[in-house]
């Protein structure tokens, strides 16, 4: 009988332990792809989303790039191209001492920074549907893309799109509240809070929308942080964060 039981408790062992096995061995498979690709290559991905994108992109989100920098504030400049965003061209500094906080300051940064890793800003098309971030769907769309990947990762050339699109995971698995979002609409991780003005009473628009793991070394990583505003009075903006 106790034989059976250990066999019984191996098998499920097993059963569970494989898929887990092979997800993180997965995993890891596509970071060291990132990791080893020329800057050149993964900049090839995005300018084929650029151009797929180049008439009035409905938001941006920001894409991994495989570049460290010396600038240790986290920066996020909100492209000054954005037509009808009233806080396009402006630099957003997130900081975490105790808590999430966003300020607009006055810095010159050509990307995002964010725990010393460089991020590429990218657009993302203006679609009607819920499914404008699929990485399936860029794919379909953009002929060019699938080559552009896969002379990356071979193996697994959708979930790199995936990876490079969800800046807050080390997963390849497609998850919005990972994004790091510039306009779009925001990825709730519980029930929607979308603030309103003060000044109006209309309800604010996101402007940032951040996963904790891109903010802090440590904290913060069960929290996804959003910054809103106010598109008619655009000094007025509220901070929201989440958890799971
Ligand atoms: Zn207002």
Known sequence: MKALIA???LAAMAALGIPLFRFNRKRR???RCVAASA?????GIYACIDTFCASSPGGYVLARGNAETDEARCLVPVPEDFSGFPWSGKVIEVTSHKEVEFHFVDARVSAPT???RAYRIVPVPRHKGRNIFSPRRLIQNIPALRPALSAVCPAYPEDLLSYLLCAG???FEFDPINQARIGLAPAWI???EKPRCDQCGKPMRLILQLPGTVIHEKLFHNGTFYLFGCPEHPRQTRSVGQCS
């Open 7 to 9: 066999i019984l408790l």
């Open 190 to 192: 519980q029930s929607p």
């Open 169 to 171: 995971s080390a997963s």
């Open 39 to 43: 800057p050149g290559q993964l900049e």
């Open 114 to 116: 964010l725990l010393g």
């Open 29 to 31: 498979h596509i970071a």
